[in-house]
């Protein structure tokens, strides 16, 4: 059986989950920044090679923290309904709105609003909505990894993440560069699984010079390969899985490393960033789902005075621009909270 932690061992751990889940929120805001700044290029495309690495951490974090824990298929659902699918339904409904005139020819009618909810089932009402689609699946069979992890040995959940790095990264670029195509059904390892259990298993590793150096090599790598990828819009370019996609290889090797630089960083963190980093943690959700709204308004308010976005030194203008809807999605995530029953739509 695992040892108790400390008083001082939980305050770390704390700390360095927050500090991942802030540092993931600002990445997948800076994700979804377009048109601001004029170039040069080579910014703009360094900018969004970082920024992959957001929804990864997002992953690896959801996997350390839920497949930690044991509790009963009630207890795991009960909370998870609260969390996630009012949220999921409430903002899948804004954005259909929004996007899709829902009631804009027929008003609210029931046949109105079943046809809303057939969209929502298809698929995300907003681009970025699709974690919610991936993260319910993941949710759905953590109470049958919890069972696996409880039981295996270090070397059998090795043994999984292996499979999951054949049947993803590695065969998307087999499959794609080589006459090679598998037959073989091992693609039920797939999907974003193997972020989970990387989570959960990296998370546990005490933080070591060597492994920090390890961490390094993997990022800068990573980083420099994505960044040429995209940079130089290096084939295949109609088959996003290779290396454009989040479970690629190259932003796989540059996600761990990232996850693992940050969470040596978070253990070493002063109190001050242990607070800043724990009210964003807070409202890391919540951010996620309004910052396109945001620099909706952000947009808007800028053509208003007369100026253009896409203008100005992207070097600037692209962590400007992020910081400035950061801190505003940050406040009103803060002041939905405060309000009874709406808070708990983030």
Same mark, same amino acid.
């Given at each position: ?6 008083? +001082? ?8 989950? +927050? ?22 290029? $080579? ?47 409430? $903002?899948?409904?804004?954005? +259909? ?8 020819? =027929? ?30 699946? /993941? %949710? ?14 270090? =070397?059998?959940?090795?043994? %999984? ?8 990264? /590695? ?29 959960? %298993? ?43 996609? %989040? ?12 996850? !693992? ?16 980093? =724990? ?14 709204? !945001?620099?909706? $308004? ?31 999605? $940050? ?16």
């Amino acid at each position: 059986m695992a040892s108790q932690l400390t008083d +001082d061992q939980k305050s770390t751990a704390i700390s360095w989950v +927050d500090f991942v889940r802030f540092l993931a929120s600002f990445l997948v805001v800076l994700a979804h920044i377009e048109a601001w700044g004029a170039g040069p290029g $080579w910014a703009q495309k360094f900018f969004f090679a970082i920024s992959r690495n957001g929804v990864p951490l997002f992953f690896l974090i959801s996997g350390h923290l839920l497949l930690s824990k044991q509790e009963d298929l009630r207890t795991f659902f009960r909370k998870r309904a609260a969390r996630i699918i009012i949220p999921f339904l409430a $903002w899948s409904i804004i954005y +259909d709105v929004q996007n899709s005139g829902a009631f804009t020819e =027929s008003g609210v009618t029931l046949e109105a609003v079943l046809k809303m909810f057939l969209r929502i089932l298809r698929g995300p009402r907003a681009g970025h909505l699709w974690f919610f689609y991936s993260l319910i699946g /993941l %949710y759905l069979i953590t109470p049958i990894l919890r069972v696996f992890i409880s039981k295996a040995r270090n =070397s059998e959940i090795l043994y %999984y993440i292996a499979l999951w790095f054949i049947a993803m990264p /590695l065969l998307f670029i087999v499959e794609e560069f080589t006459p090679f195509k598998n037959g073989f059904e091992i693609y039920y390892t797939g999907g974003y699984l193997g972020y989970f259990l990387l989570g959960y %298993y990296l998370g546990r590793l005490e933080t070591k010079p060597l492994l920090t150096w390890a961490a390094a090599g993997l990022f800068i790598t990573g980083i420099l390969f994505t960044f040429a990828v995209f940079y130089f819009d290096l084939p295949p370019q109609k088959n996003e899985l290779v290396f454009r996609s %989040y479970p690629s290889l190259n932003i796989v090797l540059m996600s761990l490393g990232a996850f !693992v630089l940050i969470k040596a960083a978070g253990e070493e963190i002063s109190a001050r960033w242990a607070g800043i980093s =724990s009210n964003v943690s807070r409202a890391s959700f919540g951010i996620y789902l309004i910052h396109p709204i !945001v620099f909706a $308004w952000m947009a808007f308010g800028w053509a208003a005075l007369g100026f253009r976005t896409a203008a100005g030194n992207a070097l600037l203008v692209i962590p400007l621009a992020t910081l400035i809807n950061f801190l505003l999605s $940050w406040m009103i995530v803060f002041l939905i909270s405060k309000i009874p029953l709406v808070r708990t739509v983030v």
